[in-house]
């Protein structure tokens, strides 16, 4: 028996036509980790091959006839994953589909499917791939929230020396609830720490020249989750396992010394701070009320991060319905004043599943509302709803004012030459911020070219709401 897992591309934001500096674009791609975690979990007896479409287009008429696929996608990827069922199913091979966006919209998966697995999928996983060898598929699983403790390694040893990033997971869901986020409603409300000896046992298996932790915040927001990755992070000292590494984490990353140096020691070069909004009034319309600490110096925090060379990005969103003209402008000076060593600007979205979404949707503001076709534009990066004080072409244009001040090229040499003095000791935690300011200044120029395209006839993606907006569950 033969399965063939698949993570497919967005052909909106595709990483694999390279033009001549989209090849700085390997630095942000990284294994798929959920497939290579079931492809560890499949029993021996079932052959497996994992395909990753964001290293280049996969002949699928070529290769072997497999006896199952399976396909996850998030929500950007979901129209090229049904594109890529309806070619197997039409050869008679069952597909099986899960991820995040399969569990938002399983009714409006099951109808490109025929198995829709939600949730997490380690603990029913062994049983979907029993009954595809009976040929007796039930159409729904439901994986719900896997045991820690019983979470698999993923298969490093596949696609060796395709990516410049390794991969590996510690925690799994968050209690902030933010409204734009889909995170809690996949992986729950709190934060499920993976054992330490399981997570120091997997990382002997990644090989690459720099790891990314893909938790959504790697070190939790109370003291018994900081104690854990004081932990982790000790144990990979002792280990000798510090290959440089970035993470994902919320300011109070800046608030322990002792967390600080260990993350450094254990080999941290770089930090992603979800930032969102610069204002206290746009963090509670997104409902991210833990940034909200009245007289915080988050310049201070930068600082201190960067003392222990750690460089810090960080992320913004525009489009919040307390975001006024000029926002692009007003969040470039503050990345300014914070310090920052890059940032990332991002279109408030309203993913299948949040509460965001669901608020647009009783007020008819989604416009990019043709699913499944539309949700191809739902990285981030598009306009997709009504914004409460811009049109499509104004957001953009707001966007493109972000980029324009905050990635001008005297900014990006000035950050550059602050980063070669922190960090001339350490050249790979340098080389982060190089390709970190050069690939967002021209994937920016790339990103504006496809938004003034659509910006021309955004209003006729769809224009009947109430047939449009429900396929979320």
Wanted: hydrophobic residues 40%; neutral net charge.
């Amino acid at each position: 028996m033969r399965v063939l897992l698949i993570n497919p591309d967005n052909p909106v934001v595709t990483l694999t036509e390279y033009g001549k500096w989209d090849k700085l674009n390997k630095y942000r791609v990284w294994k798929p980790l959920g497939l290579l975690t079931l492809a560890n979990l499949t029993p021996a007896h079932w052959d497996v091959d994992v395909i990753d479409e964001n290293l280049g287009p996969a002949d699928y008429d070529r290769m072997p006839r497999p006896d199952v696929v399976g396909l996850t996608a998030f929500t950007s990827q979901a129209n090229r994953a049904y594109r890529i069922a309806a070619l197997f199913r039409a050869k008679g091979v069952p597909v099986i589909m899960g991820g995040i966006h399969a569990t938002m919209c399983e009714d409006e998966a099951l109808q490109h499917a025929d198995t829709v697995v939600t949730g997490e999928a380690e603990e029913v996983w062994a049983q979907v791939l029993a009954d595809a060898a009976a040929g007796r598929l039930q159409r729904r699983y439901a994986g719900g929230l896997a045991q820690t403790d019983r979470i698999a390694a993923a298969r490093h040893d596949l696609f060796a020396g395709k990516y410049y990033f390794g991969a590996i997971q510690t925690t799994r869901g968050c209690p902030l609830c933010c409204n734009f986020c889909s995170v809690t409603v996949f992986n729950g409300g709190r934060f499920r720490h993976r054992p330490v000896e399981h997570v120091i046992e997997e990382l002997r298996h990644v090989k690459e020249k720099f790891i990314l932790f893909v938790d959504d915040n790697l070190i939790g927001t109370r003291r018994d989750h900081i104690a854990y990755s004081k932990e982790l992070f000790r144990a990979m000292i002792r280990e000798g396992l510090t290959t440089p590494w970035i993470c994902q984490a919320t300011i109070n990353f800046a608030d322990d010394e002792e967390l600080l140096d260990l993350a450094r020691r254990a080999g941290c070069v770089g930090v992603f701070i979800g930032f969102e909004s610069t204002t206290e009034a746009g963090l509670v319309a997104i409902h991210k009320k833990f940034n909200i600490v009245r007289g915080k110096d988050i310049p201070g925090s930068v600082r201190r991060i960067q003392k222990h060379r750690i460089s810090v990005v960080g992320s913004f969103i525009m489009g919040i319905d307390t975001d006024e003209k000029g926002i692009g402008e007003i969040t470039a000076r503050a990345c300014d004043t914070y310090g920052l060593d890059a940032a990332n600007v991002m279109i408030l979205t309203p993913l299948p599943g949040t509460a965001l979404y669901r608020e647009m949707a009783e007020q008819q503001r989604i416009i990019a509302s043709n699913y499944p076709e539309d949700w191809q534009y739902y990285t981030l990066c598009h306009p997709v709803a009504q914004y409460r004080n811009f049109s499509w072409p104004e957001l953009n244009d707001e966007i493109h004012r972000f980029n324009e001040i905050f990635y001008s090229y005297g900014r990006i040499i000035r950050r550059l030459g602050r980063l070669v003095v922190r960090l001339w000791r350490n050249p790979r935690a340098l080389a982060v911020g190089i390709v970190a300011n050069l690939s967002y200044r021209f994937n920016h120029i790339r990103d504006m070219r496809v938004n003034e395209t659509r910006s021309d006839t955004a209003p006729a993606t769809s224009t009947d709401h109430s047939t449009n907006v429900g396929v979320a569950h």
